[in-house]
């Protein structure tokens, strides 16, 4: 019998613990069936009752977009995902998020780490999609970014209660809010040397 679970088990192992998780933390959660789609789950939260101060007609809808990464806890604490995956998970107005699930040997889940792609790790992103076009390397399918999810990264326990709390940090309980502001970072975020950049060619005659 090996002694070592390869990769392709230790995703299946993390996606069904993942969707057990969210099941008893009262989470709806709906798997991708396109591999290029660039998340693997949405998470939405259950709407909030219907009160004195909240009508059936204002309340709001709130949901994740989840890509998962399963690990050995001996494999190191580095990551790696396609920038072109990353592209389309980081762009989404709602929250987008990675969760790492840290494995045991045997396959038992040791840790999570939640990594929320806004403010600084959403203007990561965009920097290395703005240098990919700047050396016209269209071809970002073939192109990787990699995270340490111990530094990037929320641990957090995995069972029912600590991955809903995590997603919840991440989630802004106004939804519109939420929107208006990762729409002003996707327009904003990523232009540390600023927004444009000229090149000259000048031309010294001789005295």
């Known amino acids: 019998m090996e002694s070592e679970l390869d990769s392709d088990r230790i995703g299946r192992i ?3 613990q993942f969707e057990v998780l969210c099941e008893r933390a009262r989470l709806y959660c709906n798997k991708s069936v396109v591999d290029v789609m660039g998340w693997d789950f949405i998470v939405e939260f259950p709407m909030p009752p219907a009160g004195q101060h909240l009508s059936l007609d204002q309340r709001p809808t709130n949901a994740a977009r989840i890509q998962l990464k399963s690990t050995l806890g001996r494999s190191g604490n580095r990551i790696r995902l396609s920038l072109s995956a990353i592209d389309r998970l980081a762009k989404d107005p709602r929250p987008a998020i990675i969760i790492v699930f840290r494995m045991r040997d045997d396959g038992e889940l040791q840790s999570g780490y939640i990594v929320h792609l806004i403010g600084n790790e959403l203007a990561r992103v965009l920097r290395r999609l ?8 269209m071809d970002i399918n073939h192109a990787d970014i990699s995270y340490d999810y111990e530094k990037t990264g929320k641990r957090f326990e995995p069972t029912p209660d600590g991955l809903r709390a995590a997603l919840l940090s991440a989630c802004d309980d106004n939804p519109a ?3 208006i502001e990762k729409q002003r970072q996707l327009a904003e975020l990523g232009y540390e040397n600023g927004q444009f950049e000229a090149e000259a060619l000048l031309w010294i005659e001789g005295c």
């Open 177 to 179: 809010r939420y929107t």
């Open 130 to 137: 703005r240098a990919a076009e700047a050396r016209k390397a």
């Open 14 to 16: 993390g996606e069904r």
